[in-house]
């Protein structure tokens, strides 16, 4: 080790945190503004238990699908009603807590709030507050290796979001129509990126060659993979559009523009 490092930290004995000039602390920023924007609009909307179903055109709202409360209107609960209707437990509770689980554990998002939320580090090159640095080798941080679990739920809850959206257009089209749709193509585009289900599309053999459907396959996802980061905030934005835009509708703020019925 040279004479120009800690021993005990490993780190360049210099008494500046960095010496990036550039404005390395924006993206973090940013990315703090953003997801603390998110999660209070989400937070809001999942407690509020209202203007979640739209009966006429049958929209329901992401972040209530499936509503499973035996307070959900009956016709917006496809799966059946079990769950007390008390006002602390959101309709969707069967479902949001692995969908937050998939998105915590996500590697992208990982790297994002490490950095904006713990400044673990912030930055490349800058150095963390922090003493002691022990990655994700213990509780509770070892936990998110179950990311490939919460993939599955994901993915059975991207169908379930594509059964709503589907079950939509029996009553016609409209903007409402069209703006789940783009959302369920995003959350798919988002889900099928990630880099779990690269690795199980594309793991565990040694010949690609033998196994030319699961290259191919492995291929689109991992062209899919290069944009994930992309994909997390797009999705982060069709949600909170689609819920807001059901909203809107619910309440009677606006009438949903029909195309067709
Ligand atoms: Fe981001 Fe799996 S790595 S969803």
Not at 1 to 10: I, K, L, N, P, W
Not at 235 to 251: E, K, Q
Request: aromatic share 18%; proline share 5%.
């Amino acid at each position: 080790m040279s004479s120009t490092t800690d021993a005990s930290t490993g780190r360049a004995q210099i008494s500046a945190r960095t010496l990036r000039t550039d404005r390395w602390w924006l993206p973090p920023l940013l990315n703090f503004a953003g997801l603390t924007a998110w999660v209070v609009y989400a937070t809001v909307r999942a407690f509020q238990q209202d203007n979640y179903w739209v009966g006429e055109y049958e929209y329901l709202t992401p972040f209530y699908s499936p509503c499973v409360s035996v307070g959900c209107v009956p016709e917006s609960a496809h799966f059946g009603q079990f769950l007390p209707d008390v006002w602390w437990l959101p309709y969707a509770s069967l479902t949001l807590p692995f969908l937050l689980l998939f998105r915590l554990t996500c590697y992208y998002y990982r790297k994002a709030y490490y950095r904006a939320f713990w400044l673990s580090p912030p930055a490349c090159a800058v150095a963390e507050p922090h003493k002691k640095y022990t990655g994700e080798t213990r509780f509770p941080l070892l936990g998110q290796n179950l990311h490939r679990y919460f993939f599955y739920a994901a993915a059975i809850i991207s169908v379930i979001n594509t059964y709503d959206m589907v079950l939509s257009f029996t009553t016609g089209i409209g903007l409402g129509n069209i703006i789940l749709l783009v959302n369920v193509v995003a959350l798919w585009a988002y889900t099928i990126s990630c880099h779990s289900c690269r690795s199980i599309v594309g793991g565990r053999i040694n010949n690609f060659s033998k196994h030319p459907m699961r290259y191919k396959s492995w291929q689109f996802v991992s062209r899919l993979n290069a944009k994930h980061m992309q994909l997390a905030w797009l999705t982060l934005g069709t949600l909170a559009f689609t819920d807001f835009y059901i909203m809107a509708v619910a309440a009677g703020w606006i009438s949903d523009l029909r195309i067709v019925g």
